[in-house]
């Protein structure tokens, strides 16, 4: 069965620095795309970040040089490196083994859905 566990959200100041965790079970993540999603209050879930099977990343243009998006084989573990975080970017983030390079837009359909996990809830604020 395939599952996705998000981890490492917290409350931080402006400017400070999150990197959050999606522990994967029931697949390899060494040939899968792996999207990161944030939804904030009121408003529609967004793509992020996302890295393709081929390695190729994506990131929303309000995150772009700010957020890195990696994976690591061994632990088979993605990771979204938060840096130089601003009140915006607050929001419940989740992962899942599903995006679509340049299109933050994109959300899964049908059976996918399954793939939407708890989150874990990222807030910046002072």
């Known amino acids: 069965q395939v599952q996705l566990v998000e981890s490492g959200g917290g409350l931080v100041q402006p400017g400070g620095s999150l990197r959050l965790s999606c522990a994967a079970s029931?697949?390899?993540?060494?040939?899968?795309?792996i999207g990161w999603f944030r939804q904030a209050p009121g408003e529609k879930r967004v793509g992020v970040a996302c890295?393709?099977?081929?390695?190729?990343?994506y990131y929303f243009y309000s995150v772009k040089g700010r957020f890195t998006i990696s994976r690591d084989k061994v632990n088979n573990t993605a990771y979204l490196q938060m840096n130089s975080l601003k009140p915006e970017d607050t929001g419940l983030y989740y992962c899942?083994?599903?995006?679509?390079?340049?299109?933050?837009?994109?959300?899964?359909?049908?059976?996918?859905?399954?793939?939407w996990g708890q989150g874990t809830q990222v807030t910046v604020s002072s």
């Open positions: 899942i083994p599903r995006c679509q390079i340049g299109n933050p837009g994109y959300l899964p359909s049908g059976d996918d859905e399954d793939y």
């Open positions: 029931g697949f390899s993540l060494d040939h899968s795309s």
């Open positions: 890295i393709g099977d081929d390695g190729t990343t």
